[in-house]
């Protein structure tokens, strides 16, 4: 056992040569600067993940094009034709698909995510990294998939409505939804860390947040339908999936014009930047706690 003495000593000794203690938490400054150093290892994890998610399967990468769309067919059958959500909805192929594929890239941002650290326990008592790469390279993961049902989406729309110049708008939407979805996505990474149970919850969540937002139905017409109050539209409005699912639909289709909800826009880009500063500060105030135990 040392003593105070030579504790001291060593002490003195780590600060002449810069020396410092591994599970101590870096400056922000210095934590951002090492994680985009660090932004080719995100990069390779993503693709690596994306391998290894098709490589056993016979069809191999070819089912992330089947996969939103089978999702899609299912849900068109049960809410379309079903229950006749599509009725006074034109186009409500592509109005559907642009629901559930923006729809599906936070959800799957979230559940994964919340994930990523506990599944990489060893690589992290291991390694010294910013742990904040898993979270980013499970986004960037979804992101992949993300592009993938837009080029779906695309083609849908070309051969329904045609192209126009307002698809020029999906980039900055999407670069928006990549935002709110980083930061949300580090906050389940850092609670899926320690609460364990939350991977268990968060299927509940996410299917009441399915059915809340607009995805199969235009919310402000099904509320104007039902006569419910005018509040009720400008609160549903600020939810964040709602926000990004109608301005990603007012890029895509024109005869959902009549149809939006009110200041979408605004509320996509407070919920991006809020969203993604709150999340960073969050997961990385824990930073010195993860792989501990």
């Known amino acids: 056992m040392p003593t105070a003495a030579e504790q001291t000593d060593a002490a003195a000794l780590a600060r002449r040569y810069g020396l410092s203690k591994s599970s101590v938490r870096p400056p922000l400054g210095a934590y951002l600067?090492?994680?985009?150093?660090?932004?080719?290892?995100?990069v390779s994890y993503a693709a690596a993940r994306t391998y290894a998610m098709y490589a056993g399967a016979r069809l191999g990468s070819i089912w992330q094009v089947l996969t939103?769309?089978?999702?899609?067919?299912?849900?068109?059958?049960?809410?379309?034709?079903?229950?006749?959500?599509?009725?006074?909805?034109?186009?409500?192929?592509?109005?559907?698909?642009?629901?559930?594929?923006?729809?599906?890239?936070?959800?799957?941002?979230?559940?994964?995510?919340?994930?990523?650290?506990?599944?990489?326990?060893?690589?992290?008592?291991t390694l010294h990294f910013p742990r904040a790469t898993l979270p980013l390279a499970?986004?960037?993961?979804?992101?992949?998939?993300?592009?993938?049902?837009?080029?779906?989406?695309?083609?849908?729309?070309?051969?329904?409505?045609?192209?126009a110049w307002r698809w020029?708008?999906?980039?900055?939407?999407?670069?928006?939804?990549?935002?709110?979805?980083?930061?949300?996505?580090?906050?389940?990474?850092?609670?899926?860390?320690?609460?364990?149970?939350?991977?268990?919850?968060?299927?509940?969540?996410?299917?009441?947040?399915?059915?809340?937002?607009g995805i199969f139905f235009s919310l402000p017409a099904k509320l104007h339908q039902i006569d419910a109050p005018g509040w009720v539209v400008q609160v549903l409005a600020?939810?964040?999936?709602?926000?990004?699912?109608?301005?990603i639909r007012r890029s895509l289709l024109d005869e959902h014009e009549p149809n939006q909800l009110p200041h979408a826009w605004s509320i996509a880009i407070v919920w991006s930047f809020?969203?993604?500063?709150?999340?960073?500060?969050?997961?990385?105030?824990?930073?010195?706690?993860?792989?501990?135990?």
């Open 68 to 125: 939103p769309l089978l999702n899609a067919a299912v849900y068109y059958l049960a809410f379309g034709v079903l229950l006749g959500t599509k009725n006074g909805i034109d186009n409500y192929v592509a109005f559907l698909l642009s629901g559930i594929f923006v729809f599906t890239f936070t959800q799957r941002c979230m559940t994964e995510g919340s994930r990523s650290l506990a599944l990489n326990l060893s690589l992290i008592r």
């Open 168 to 213: 020029l708008l999906v980039v900055p939407a999407m670069l928006l939804q990549v935002m709110f979805n980083i930061g949300i996505t580090l906050v389940f990474a850092r609670i899926g860390t320690f609460v364990s149970d939350i991977t268990q919850l968060l299927p509940f969540v996410t299917r009441t947040w399915l059915y809340a937002s």
């Open 274 to 293: 809020v969203m993604l500063a709150a999340g960073f500060l969050y997961f990385w105030q824990a930073e010195d706690r993860y792989g501990r135990g």
């Open 33 to 42: 600067h090492e994680l985009w150093s660090r932004r080719q290892f995100v």
């Open 138 to 163: 499970y986004v960037l993961n979804e992101l992949n998939q993300m592009l993938v049902s837009l080029g779906i989406l695309f083609v849908v729309v070309g051969f329904t409505d045609g192209p």
């Open 238 to 247: 600020f939810n964040p999936i709602s926000a990004y699912i109608d301005i």
